[in-house]
């Protein structure tokens, strides 16, 4: 896929949303965070790179709605947040959207429904919000072309690889056209090759869509090639412990991966996750 240099992420006004003191402390006493400051800034993508077990995913849910902090608070557009809804539905209907951006949730496994078909599966958001097939078909399919699966939509998820699975996920949580979309190590279960293209063709729907992402990923060389800027988290209870900047201007391409640039570029933030590790 083409990639065309994206212009720098806007850097003014008040971020999309913001987190300050979060923590949050499990039933079984495990504190997964503690003291959890992060901002997400509009347009921009964003990795939260730590280790297994450093509260990456929890911190993700909580962005969602899908679980709530035990302290500290998190705001959408300097509002305080409401009570939070489920991810997969198009936007938090007991909020406005100038408080809560529409969200999607894309999880490390497709979570497909196994009985319906890709076109049923993308169509499932809208259908939760009351928006009937032949309504939802022009998304379904705009959301099915971004991913490269158009050609597929009559087919089962048994029928599909595990990468066109993934893309199928992107999709369904694409066809709200969300403002934030919020992945949780999307392609960990893929091959390399696979997850290679997949990133690819992630960020190119990023500039179609001039989303914001969050991205959760235990890789260093993920995190560099698809971001512009990182968030270290220590060890549990995470934090961030680390923030690194990542020029959106630099091409993101195989040239790029190969390139001594990319390879410093890996170096600056391995050292910074392995000073986060050590932080205790
Ligand atoms: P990461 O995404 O960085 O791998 P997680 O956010 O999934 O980390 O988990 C952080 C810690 O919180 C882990 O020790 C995990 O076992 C614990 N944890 C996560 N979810 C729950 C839960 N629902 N109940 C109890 N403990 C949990």
Sequence with gaps: MLQQ???????????????????????????????LDMEVRRGEFLSLLGPSGCGKSTALRLIAGLAEPSSGRIAFNGERAGKPS??????????????????????????????????????????????????????????????????????????????????VSIARALVTKPRLLLMDEPFAALDEITRFKLNNDLLQVWRQLNCTIVFVTHSVFESVYLSTRILVF????????????????????????????????CRRTSTALAAAMNAG
Excluded: C
């Design 5 to 35: 240099p994206r212009p720098a992420a806007p850097e003014a006004g008040a971020p999309l949303l913001s987190l300050a003191g979060v923590g949050k402390r499990f039933g079984n006493q495990v504190t997964a965070l503690d003291g």
């Design 86 to 167: 489920a991810a997969h539905k198009p936007s938090a209907t007991h909020r406005t959207a100038a408080t809560h951006p529409s969200v999607g949730f894309v999880f490390q496994e497709p979570t497909l429904m196994p009985w319906a078909s890709v076109f049923g599966n993308v169509h499932l958001p809208l259908k939760l919000a009351g928006i009937g097939r032949r309504e939802a078909e022009p998304a379904i399919m705009e959301a099915l072309e971004m991913v490269g699966l158009d050609g597929f939509r009559d087919a089962y998820p048994r029928e599909l690889s595990g990468g066109m699975k993934m893309r």
């Design 234 to 265: 220590r060890a549990r209870p995470g934090r961030v412990a680390a923030e690194l900047a990542i020029d959106p201007a630099l091409e993101r391409d195989e040239a790029f991966r190969t390139s001594p640039e990319y390879a410093a570029l």
